[in-house]
């Protein structure tokens, strides 16, 4: 048996759980909080209701907003070097996945020194970190849940993810009404995303009963909720789609990701790709080339999905792919990586920097770049 | 839609993971340990397998092993005391639920001063507790996942629940080999232990799908696997319960119990009684008093322990109410109430305690004490 570790922040969930900001910043030693957004997230009201939180609680804060989505390693020098001037204590996280992994890249360095490229990799972290909330505003990058942050490296064009228990936040407060004013093309992109994260933890080389547990209930969450999160935007259906992003985040964080996100990364590193929309593409690709390596887990997927089996794991495991890929039929979405990605002569350096991104560990296949090109081929 | 929240200790879990205590007490900022245990733990060799582990870590340690099954106040007052005077600086428990109880109130009165009634129900606990890492070696009491103490007034003849979210200990470390050596009786107790936490946190009044999901778990590999565990103790079974009681503890911890514990910790208060050995008679009875108050949980209870769906949902309920039955007269311990406490004459006076116990507040039907005097009456 080996030795498995399950670590998760502090979840606190519900509407207006945000008026907990400000008692939970003081109560992990804040006294001045960096708060950490985008201008999106400005834009809509929300950088303005957690200062007032602070303000209520009696916090001094200072405010950084250099935040792209795909964050760079400069932002976070920059950002390092803001909440030292300012002499920040905690730190607090606003948005989507950028503002929350720009955060975790601050806290970083600012507390161990160095560049964001020194700690690439998985625990290369050696010194504490200053107390990190996270108030997520979409449902999929699991960042606020997450021992990993992925950070791109502008000179050598990479997302480097960085992976380490001290990166999971102290504490994420969840609230599933901010879903209510995202565009639709934001909310399938985000649920998607959770949903990669639940696959490639499942069939991950180092997945547990802890995180399995977690991974099959977003999936199904997912697939049951997503259609009618998008056109009723209930109450109920957008609670359903933050909890699956809660808990693929519990899954991933704990037992990593494969072959997909590596793939995604790199996208995202050379092309800027919007993330969240990679996943349907290649998704289902993946999961058929790791297919030989984990027949008994793609049957579960299947026969959770489609509610059959078919005569043996493997027939239940490609019923379940086929049924994914009629899912992400369903939205408005991307479908092909050539619409995502402007040429492919760029594909075989995309999948040479795959297989050196630490999603690639702990995939249950075994990969080469020539595996990959062939898996961007397919679905160009 | 009310905030919920999910708070666990790091898990650390698998065969020889007592490695880990030495690094995981030295980045909790450990020097000098206090270790707690008890004398069957000491005689299975296994305080000094810890003491081992410490010494290689070059950790100074002290040791207080001053425990009862159902510890009692002033051990805890004497504990508190001796990690003052040796200026220890985090807490190490080793054993089943009464040592790590004991840790958990020695850690609560080292720094928060006071006595230990002070804090009895929830949420009485202002200042930080030192940190504290557990190893169980028992598959049950979920005290080292959850933010539960349960101490007893030795004056008022009464168990106390102390819940507090700052009683989470920091790490737990989970060796599932540990159960091997454990006699029958107390591998049943603890795990019909756990799965009493699974079932009342399922049907708990503030149940989330974070908690739901592992109650679920634990209910499904309870029943599976205790059987099979008790007569081939193989690792594979002993895993299994490990983990049942892990998520069981889960669950528990952040959607709290109910009568079938109210009662119960009166009873240990009042008897002395082996708290593993109360549930297998009271679980149903109390299952049976809550269906009307919740038919749907009930019924996803009974189609997973029976695989079968009655006519309704009450119907479904009860099936699995009499099939846990079954599953409880499998195994040669107590089934009647009159093989555990000496006479009748007391209850009143247990039922009238057990209605102020916290545990009543989170039971999804209200109570009176006369409800749970007619519960005990009809397992007697």
């Known amino acids: 048996m080996n030795v498995t570790k399950?670590?998760?922040?502090?979840?606190?969930?519900?509407?207006?759980?945000?008026?907990?900001?400000?008692?939970?910043a003081?109560?992990?030693?804040?006294?001045?909080?960096?708060?950490?957004?985008?201008?999106?997230?400005?834009?809509?009201?929300?950088?303005?209701?957690?200062?007032?939180?602070?303000?209520d609680e009696g916090l001094s804060w200072v405010y950084y907003n250099t935040v792209d989505s795909n964050p760079r390693d400069f932002q976070i020098r920059r950002g390092a070097k803001f909440y030292q001037l300012q002499r920040a204590d905690v730190i607090v996280a606003l948005g989507g996945g950028s503002p929350m992994d720009t955060a975790k890249g601050i806290a970083l360095i600012a507390s161990n020194g160095g560049e964001i490229r020194d700690y690439e990799g998985a625990n290369r972290i050696q010194r504490p970190l200053p107390p990190m909330l996270c108030i997520p505003t979409t449902a999929g990058s699991g960042?606020?849940?997450?021992q990993f942050a992925i950070i791109t490296d502008v000179e050598?064009?990479?997302?480097?993810?960085?992976?380490?228990?001290?990166?999971?936040?102290?504490?994420?407060?969840?609230?599933?009404t901010f879903l209510q004013s995202k565009p639709e093309w934001l909310i399938i992109a985000s649920a998607i995303d959770a949903l990669s994260h639940a696959v490639e933890a499942y069939v991950s080389s180092i997945s547990s009963p802890f995180t399995e547990m977690n991974s099959l209930k977003a999936i199904e969450t997912i697939v049951t909720n997503l259609e009618?999160?998008?056109?009723?935007?209930?109450?109920?259906?957008?609670?359903?789609?933050?909890?699956a992003s809660t808990v693929a985040g519990m899954a991933f964080s704990n037992a990593g990701l494969g072959v997909d996100h590596a793939i995604a990364h790199s996208?995202?590193?050379?092309?800027?790709?919007?993330?969240?929309?990679?996943?349907?593409?290649?998704l289902p690709a993946v999961m058929r080339f790791n297919l030989p390596a984990c027949e008994q887990k793609m049957a579960v997927i299947g026969e959770l999905i489609t509610g059959q089996k078919g005569s043996d794991e493997r027939e239940t495991g490609l019923m379940g792919i086929a049924e994914l890929e009629n899912f992400f039929n369903l939205f408005a979405i991307p479908h092909r990586l050539r619409d995502l990605v402007p040429d492919a002569q760029g594909l075989p350096e995309v999948c040479k920097l795959a297989v050196q991104d630490a999603c690639v560990l702990t995939n249950p296949r075994p990969v080469?770049?020539?595996?990959?090109?062939?898996?961007?081929?397919?679905v160009w």
């Open 6 to 24: 399950f670590a998760i922040p502090e979840v606190i969930f519900g509407q207006d759980c945000l008026a907990y900001v400000g008692p939970c």
């Open 26 to 55: 003081r109560r992990n030693g804040g006294k001045r909080i960096l708060l950490v957004s985008d201008q999106g997230v400005e834009e809509a009201g929300w950088v303005e209701k957690v200062i007032d939180a602070l303000d």
């Open 143 to 146: 960042a606020d849940i997450s």
């Open 156 to 176: 050598r064009q990479v997302k480097m993810a960085i992976i380490s228990r001290t990166l999971v936040p102290n504490i994420t407060l969840i609230d599933p």
């Open 228 to 243: 009618a999160a998008v056109t009723t935007r209930s109450s109920r259906s957008l609670t359903q789609l933050s909890t």
């Open 267 to 282: 996208l995202g590193g050379k092309h800027d790709v919007m993330h969240g929309l990679v996943h349907p593409t290649l």
């Open 368 to 378: 080469t770049w020539e595996d990959c090109l062939q898996i961007c081929e397919e």
